[in-house]
């Protein structure tokens, strides 16, 4: 454990200093913040009364319709105006939620109808498939009167998760469902099938080496057929997280997979009958060396195509935690690095051994795992059911591939601390200067979602955007290329973002700092413009350094002088001015009388979007103007400028001086005293009461306290008594902590002293009590001889309902000895023997 612990100290300490190393890509902080009330401007928000979990979106760009999977319904909105075009109440039956509820699932989370896959089967029809309160269904939705087909419904097993917490993937390839899901009620048979189309069903072994407790995240279809030169197939990729089963370690490890299976894969004859014969899979390798950060935990995948195939990317979304810091990475993969993985050589379990290593021995022909190529056909392997059983043997137990999938560039395109990092989204985006630029749009655990720019050596957060209030996961992403929008879903909502809102920022420097490569400042509007089908020789825009000499002085005069405010402080009163920057990345400038204002004559004080300049005890010297500019990158922003008049002297009118300092203190100071006064007087009140209800209580514990007379022993004492020092006679006295209260009422010591009848002279003596039994109370107070002493001493018990006689534990004792004692011959058994 030590080792672990100092490991993980060390990740710690290594990522608090790439988190202070200026300019570090591991600690990228966005440009701008823009907090949910400043996106109500531009965001367009939809949500249905009654209706939640809105987490499965699906665009129809050709159509501009975007179509959303809730709880219980189905939606299809308007692109641009998240108008309501219709709406699918697809509720699962009163008898199934009953059936739910039975097989021990809550009602109030779980028995429902979670729409958990939504995609276009054809140009008709949508296909979906939703838990159905833990019995999965799927059905088609018929676009032109957009109505479910109540006929055509089929058993959703192994196409849709009987739970709806759990992960699962799936999209439809020329009419054929491939989905990666659990195959049962329990969740304990993961499964990765194909079924719908012209091709019987196919799905994997139920195997740990193939699939152990995982969870899946997203598929992607790759054409790899189209211009192959080996007649190769196309493919299918999962993405998932699994328990691994090739580490030796006490502790379970979770790894991030890639698995992918043939488009033209039909099982084996005999081997690997209706099973993938095709199913490889590799680990996905998402760490930063220098940092000592490994990431195994896969929230998303996000696939990137290209002009060709073998352009394909994927980006993946991690997540770890180190100590009490969140952690999040996006790691971008190449198509060809995951391909390099599956042709390289595989892993095996060694019996005598008992571990996972790489195979070293002949690896079978046809290669195991492998597509059809024309190879095959050449050789007489038309399909998979041509196969020779030592190659399908040898697949069936070598799943796994031995090499890694590593990142681009060998480490992590982003790494935020303190981040949860659920969805992302990608776009490809030219630029004025011909590069063409990839942004990210990224979704976190508490509504926000991060705008990021890959400049390929590192990231810049252009801004983050605070999408839902209040804070609740971004559950999916989907972009809208052709309108620039985005769609983003959650539990309780979707909202529409542009891409980019250009108009947020004000001046041409501002523009060009924000690295947007959707956004140029237009010469001619004196504007931050939009991009899409503008003449680039009018427009202002360096993606890659950012460079803001282009922007010319007369159109940064454009912006209008800055009226100063005026402000007014007494002589000796701290000075605060405030200046609000329009960039996370810029610093405050102050300037006083035009000179810049020295750090040591001033105390700056920062926070995330704001900067006070604090001037303790003002005096007539710092009376003048001041200014604040907003620097980022050597260029300088337009800020606040104040008018400062600092007063001396006692014949300032009171007008002009400051509240404290004025006549008006006197009120202030009266109306404080009176306050004070009338709480003391409310505290006395209330303490006068309490002191009566005490005395009240006190009164009746003395009518219900009997006192008792007792005779101590006239053995030696016992161990308990302790000599006196300050005691002339030969006796041994007691130890008044042993023997009394400290109201100076003596303890009963069972064994030191008896209770027995008896009063006061002249007094009629009780009847004689019975063990176990209630005292009777004495009409007089009896004083007893004291040991040692002249004086007479007393019991104090106190009786009632609520107190516990101190007596009541002594005749508890007796009881109990009476109840051990045999009855003595010629002796009344109802009588004690003590």
């Known amino acids: 454990m030590a080792p672990r612990r100092l490991l993980a100290l060390a990740s710690l300490i290594a990522l608090a200093t790439a988190a202070t190393t200026p300019g570090s890509s591991w600690s990228a902080v966005p440009r701008k913040t823009v907090p949910y009330a400043e996106l109500e401007e531009v965001a367009k928000r939809f949500s249905r009364g009654g209706v939640s979990h809105y987490l499965t979106l699906t665009l129809d760009e050709a159509e501009a319709l975007l179509y959303v999977g809730a709880r219980e319904a189905v939606f299809a909105l308007a692109t641009g105006t998240v108008e309501l075009k219709a709406a699918i109440s697809w509720e699962a039956p009163a008898e199934k939620k009953a059936e739910c509820i039975q097989k021990g699932k809550n009602n109030q989370t779980d028995c429902f109808n979670y729409v958990r896959f939504l995609q276009s089967y054809n140009s008709s029809h949508l296909y979906a498939c939703g838990t159905y309160a833990f019995q999965p269904k799927c059905t088609y939705i018929e676009l032109s009167g957009f109505t479910l087909d109540q006929v055509a419904f089929e058993d959703g097993k192994g196409k849709c998760p009987y739970d709806p917490t759990k992960g699962h993937t799936g999209l439809i390839v020329d009419g054929e469902l491939y989905s990666a899901t659990f ?19 196919m799905k994997t072994e139920y195997l740990t080496s193939w699939l152990n407790e995982p969870h899946f995240v997203a598929s992607a279809y790759v054409q790899e057929s189209a211009g192959s030169s080996t007649g190769d197939d196309d493919k299918v990729y999962f993405f998932f997280s699994e328990r691994a089963v090739e580490y030796d370690c006490y502790a379970e490890q979770v790894v991030a997979r ?48 290209g002009a060709d195939w073998q352009d394909t990317t994927f980006f993946g979304v991690f997540q770890a935690r180190w100590g009490d810091v969140d952690v999040s990475a996006i790691c971008r993969y190449h198509i060809l690095e995951v391909k390099k993985a599956f042709e390289g050589p595989y892993k095996e379990y060694r019996e005598q051994a008992q571990k996972w290593g790489r195979y070293s021995d002949e ?52 790494l935020k601390k303190d981040a949860n990092f659920t969805q992302l989204v990608v776009d490809r985006v030219p630029g004025l200067d011909g590069t063409v630029y990839e942004v990210l749009f990224i979704g976190t655990g508490d509504g926000w979602v991060h705008k990021a720019l890959n400049l390929g050596a590192r990231v810049h957060l252009v801004e983050e955007l605070q999408v839902f209030e209040p804070a609740q996961p971004v559950e999916s992403l989907v972009l809208a290329g052709r309108k620039k929008l985005l769609f983003a879903g959650s539990r309780f909502q979707v909202a529409q973002l542009p891409l980019a809102d250009c108009a947020r920022y004000q001046s041409c420097t501002d523009c060009v700092l924000a690295r947007d490569p959707y956004c140029a400042w237009s010469r001619n509007a004196s504007l931050c413009v939009r991009t899409d089908g503008l003449n680039g020789s009018q427009l202002v825009q360096d993606v890659l350094s950012s460079d803001t ?9 454009k912006q209008g002088p800055i009226t100063p405010k005026n402000v007014t402080v007494v002589a000796g009163t701290d000075l605060v001015l405030t200046c609000r920057l329009g960039s996370n990345l810029a610093q405050a400038l102050w300037t006083f009388e035009g000179r810049a204002l020295a750090a040591e004559q001033a105390l700056v004080l920062r926070d995330a979007r704001l900067r006070a300049l604090v001037v303790p005890g003002a005096g007539a010297q710092h009376s003048g103007t001041y200014r604040c500019f907003s620097e980022e990158q050597g260029a300088r922003l337009g800020g606040e400028a104040y008018r400062v008049a600092v007063l001396t002297g006692t014949g300032v009118p009171l007008e002009t001086r400051a509240p404290l300092e004025s006549l008006g203190l006197v009120w202030v100071v009266a109306v404080c005293l009176g306050a004070l006064c009338l709480v003391l007087a409310l505290v006395v009140l209330s303490l006068w009461r309490r002191l009566r209800e005490e005395l009240g209580k006190g009164a009746k514990a003395i009518e219900s306290t009997l006192v008792y007379p007792i005779e101590l022993p006239k053995e030696p004492p016992s161990p308990r008594f302790v000599p006196s020092a300050a005691s002339d006679s030969d006796e041994k006295l007691w130890d008044p902590a042993s023997y009394y209260y400290s109201d100076g009422s003596l303890k009963i010591v069972p064994g030191h002293a008896a209770c027995r009848n008896g009063g006061p002279p002249g007094a009629a003596s009780p009847p004689a009590a019975i063990p176990g039994q209630p005292l009777h109370s004495p009409t007089r107070i009896h004083l007893g001889p004291l040991r040692g002493s002249s004086s007479n001493g007393y019991i104090r018990l106190a009786l009632g309902a609520e107190e516990r006689p101190p007596c009541a534990d002594l005749a508890e004792e007796l009881r109990r000895k009476l109840q051990q004692r045999q009855p003595l011959p010629d002796s009344n058994p109802e009588e004690s023997s003590v």
Not at 280 to 304: D, I, M, W, Y
Not at 549 to 557: G, M
């Open 549 to 557: 000499r282009a922007c010319t002085l007369p159109q940064v005069a």
């Open 363 to 414: 690896v079978p022909s046809p290669r195991p795992g492998a597509c059809i190529t024309d190879w095959h056909r050449r050789n007489g392997f038309a399909s998979s059911l041509e196969l020779p059983d030592n190659t399908l043997n040898f697949a069936k137990k070598h799943p796994l591939m031995d090499e890694p999938v590593p990142p681009h560039r060998g480490r992590p395109l982003l």
């Open 183 to 201: 195959n049962n009620f329990l969740g304990t048979e993961p499964v990765i099938l194909r079924n719908l189309g012209p091709h019987y069903s």
């Open 258 to 305: 890639v698995a992918r299976v043939c488009k033209g894969d039909v099982g084996g004859a005999r081997t690997l009958q209706k099973k993938w014969t095709t199913f490889l899979k590799a680990r996905l390798v998402c760490s930063a060396p220098e940092q000592q950060l490994h990431f195994n935990r896969l929230q998303a995948v996000f696939t990137l195509p």
